[in-house]
Nanobody, 125 residues
Framework: VQLQASGGGLVQAGGSLRLSCVVS????????MAWFRQSPGKERDFVAA????????YYADSVKGRFTISRDSARTTMSLQMNSLRPDDTAVYYC???????????????????WGQGTQVTVSS
């Protein structure tokens, strides 16, 4: 499976952005899809995940109520709607796919086999 992330940019605190991840290849074989983010000098942190067929969603506490993960019915695009952005949301955002991810490891970046190239999100104060 190939992943292509886009939609990042510069936004003021309180603003919104919508990230997209185009999924090609073995889209229906993925068990979970997710968004992670990474700031300079920090580890790659879990943001949100979706069970790809049933569309159950999971969020990091830091983004709950502000971010929404979704996908289209064709399972070719995953999105992350980000509202009420804060400066500490600044990071490179990556989409990830995992055919073998299980629920207990959905927030672990090492569980995902496939990654997009990342898109920069910068939130100014």
């Amino acid at each position: 499976v190939q992943l292509q992330a886009s939609g990042g940019g510069l936004v003021q605190a309180g603003g919104s952005l919508r990230l997209s991840c185009v999924v090609s290849g073995r889209t229906f074989s993925q068990r979970y899809m997710a968004w992670f983010r990474q700031s300079p000098g920090k580890e790659r942190d879990f943001v949100a995940a979706m069970e790809w067929s049933a569309q159950r969603t999971y969020y990091a506490d830091s983004v709950k109520g502000r971010f929404t993960i979704s996908r289209d019915s064709a399972r070719t695009t995953m999105s992350l709607q980000m509202n009420s952005l804060r400066p500490d949301d600044t990071a490179v955002y990556y989409c990830a796919a995992g055919p073998s991810v299980i629920l207990s490891s959905v927030a672990s970046h090492s569980a995902y086999a496939n990654w997009g190239q990342g898109t920069q999100v910068t939130v100014s104060s």
